[in-house]
C-alpha cells in the first residue's frame, strides 16, 4: 500500500507498506541481479549503507542457480539473508537484451540462454511463476523493451502486446498467491509503461494500465540511448495519467542529477547499476561531483572519498589507499568502492526526503540537479 504523505509541485513524499517492511518513499533500489551486489557485498553491508528495498533479477535467477533451487531453499529474502523488501525485475529486459536469437509471439518469447545456448520459452504466466518460487516482496509485469530509436508502428504493437501480457500477469498472480503454496502469498504486481520516445503511445498505454488496479506502475524503457531531456519529456507526459495513490517506478535510472529530476517531476521508486557498476572501474560519486580513484593524482592523497560522507569507507581510508588497491588489483578496492557509492545514493534519498518533508525540495533541486554529475 502507498500513502502519499506531502506533495511539492510534482515531487512526491510517501510510505511505500509491504508484507516486508515499510519503504520511506522517494528511494533508491539497491540491484543485486543474482542475490548478490557485484563487488563482494552481502545483506549485512546493505544494511549498514542505509539500503531499504534489494532487487534481483527474474531473468539471471532462472538460470543460475533456477528459480526452484531458490524456492527450496525459502525464496530470495532467506537465501541472500535480506530481511527488507525485495522487487524482482521480470525478465523481459534481459530477455531482449542478452539473448542474441529471439522469437517474439503473443503467447510469450522463445530465445537462446547468454550462458550456453540452449533455448528457453518465457511468457507472462512463466514470469510469473519465476517470480513466485523466487518470493519476492513485488514481481514486475512480463513486458516488451523495444530499442530507441524505435519505428513507431511497431512502438505501438508492442506497448499494446505488453497491456495483453499484463493481464495476463495479474490473472496469473492472483493463482498463484490463492494456490496455499506461495512462498509470498501476498506478493505484489506493478505493471509497466512502455512505447519508446512517442509521447502519444506512452500516454494510451498508461490510461490502459491505470485501469487495471495494480500496486504500483512503472515506466521502462527510457535511458537505453535516448538524450535525457526526451527521458524527462516522456516522465512529463506520462505523469499527469499515473494513479496519484499508487507508487512510481522510474525503471534502470540512473545518475545522482538524472534521480534528483525524476523525483521533480513525480517519480517514487529508482533503481541502476551505475553506483556498483563505476565503482568496480573506480569511479566514485561524491559532494563535488565523480572521481576516478585510478588518477595518478591520487596516489598520495590522504584525504578520504568524500570529505562530508559519513560511511565506514570515509571514516576509515584515504583516496591513496583505494588508489593503490585498484592499482594493485585487490578485490578490497571494489567492495570499498562500491559501499561508499551505494551509501551515497541512500543518503542521496534520505536529503531529498528531508526536503520534501520541509518543503524545501524546489530549493534542493534548483542547488543540486547538476552538482553531483559533473567529473572531476
Known amino acids: 500500500m502507498y500513502e502519499l504523505i506531502k506533495q511539492e509541485k510534482a515531487a512526491r513524499r510517501g510510505v ?11 528511494a533508491f533500489m539497491n540491484v543485486a541481479t543474482a542475490g548478490a551486489i557485484k563487488g563482494a557485498l552481502d545483506a549485512a553491508d546493505l544494511r549498514a549503507a542505509r539500503c531499504q528495498v534489494m532487487l534481483s533479477n527474474t531473468y539471471h535467477l532462472h538460470l543460475r542457480p533456477g528459480d526452484e533451487t531458490v524456492r527450496a531453499m525459502g525464496g530470495i529474502r532467506r537465501f541472500s539473508k535480506w530481511d527488507g523488501p525485495v522487487l524482482t525485475d521480470s525478465g523481459g529486459f534481459q530477455v531482449f537484451s542478452l539473448a542474441k536469437l529471439r522469437n517474439i509471439r503473443e503467447e510469450g518469447v522463445t530465445f537462446a540462454s547468454h550462458i550456453d545456448g540452449h533455448r528457453i520459452f518465457m511468457g507472462p504466466e512463466e514470469s510469473m511463476r519465476i517470480q513466485s518460487n523466487l518470493g519476492s516482496t513485488v514481481a514486475m509485469a512480463f513486458d516488451e523493451c523495444v530499442e530507441n530509436p524505435a519505428e513507431y508502428a511497431y512502438a505501438k504493437e508492442s506497448a499494446a502486446r505488453t497491456v495483453r501480457w499484463l493481464d495476463r ?21 506493478f505493471g509497466i509503461n512502455q512505447g519508446a520516445t512517442f509521447p502519444d503511445i506512452r500516454i494510451d498505454q498508461m490510461q490502459r494500465i491505470a485501469e487495471m488496479e495494480l500496486d504500483g506502475y512503472a515506466i521502462g524503457g527510457l535511458a537505453v540511448g ?10 512529463e507526459a506520462v505523469e499527469p495519467y499515473m494513479p496519484k495513490g499508487k507508487i512510481r517506478y522510474l525503471m534502470g535510472v540512473g545518475t545522482p542529477g538524472n534521480i534528483i529530476e525524476a523525483v521533480y517531476r513525480g517519480v517514487d521508486f529508482f533503481d541502476c547499476v551505475m553506483p556498483s557498476r563505476n565503482a568496480r572501474h573506480g569511479h566514485v560519486f561524491t559532494e563535488e561531483g565523480v572521481r576516478n580513484l585510478q588518477n595518478a ?44 557509492n551505494l551509501y551515497f545514493y541512500n543518503r542521496l534519498m534520505e536529503r531529498i526526503r528531508g526536503a520534501l518533508d520541509n518543503g524545501l525540495y524546489t530549493q534542493f533541486y534548483l542547488e543540486n540537479r547538476r552538482k553531483f554529475d559533473v567529473r572531476i
Do not use: W
Not at 178 to 189: I, T, Y
Not at 226 to 235: K, R, S
Open 226 to 235: 535516448e538524450p535525457t531531456e526526451v527521458m524527462y519529456g516522456i516522465i
Open 16 to 26: 511505500f507498506t509491504t508484507v516486508h517492511g515499510t519503504v520511506q518513499t522517494p
Open 297 to 340: 593524482k591520487y596516489a598520495l592523497d590522504d584525504s578520504p572519498i568524500d570529505p562530508n560522507c559519513g560511511c565506514p569507507v570515509c571514516r576509515l581510508h584515504s583516496r591513496a589507499y583505494l588508489h593503490h588497491l585498484f592499482k594493485a588489483g585487490e578485490m578490497l578496492a571494489m567492495r570499498l568502492a562500491v559501499f561508499h
Open 169 to 189: 500477469c495479474k490473472v496469473e498472480m492472483q493463482r498463484l498467491n490463492r494456490s496455499g503454496s506461495a512462498v509470498n502469498p501476498n506478493q505484489l504486481l
